[in-house]
């Protein structure tokens, strides 16, 4: 069942308060093991989010869905 997924692509956007290592290393694994392919350098904000990592955000997002999109 887990084949029918490799190659999936995958954005990533973690928030964490004071480090996000952890969380990048274990997403990072489950991705690998699942063979999916990052579609763009992942995202990290420490602390409080500001306007510019909230731009950041969106511009993940609508570069993820439109790599989703037929051609």
Do not use: F, Q
């Amino acid at each position: 069942m887990l084949e029918a997924t490799v190659g999936r692509p995958y954005a990533l956007y973690v928030h964490g308060n004071s480090d996000t290592t952890g969380a990048v290393r274990g997403v990072e694994t489950i991705t690998t093991g699942l063979k999916w392919k990052r579609l763009r350098d992942l995202l990290t904000v420490i602390g409080e989010a500001d306007a510019a990592a909230r731009d950041a955000c969106w511009e993940l997002g609508a570069s993820a869905a439109a790599s989703l999109m037929p051609a």
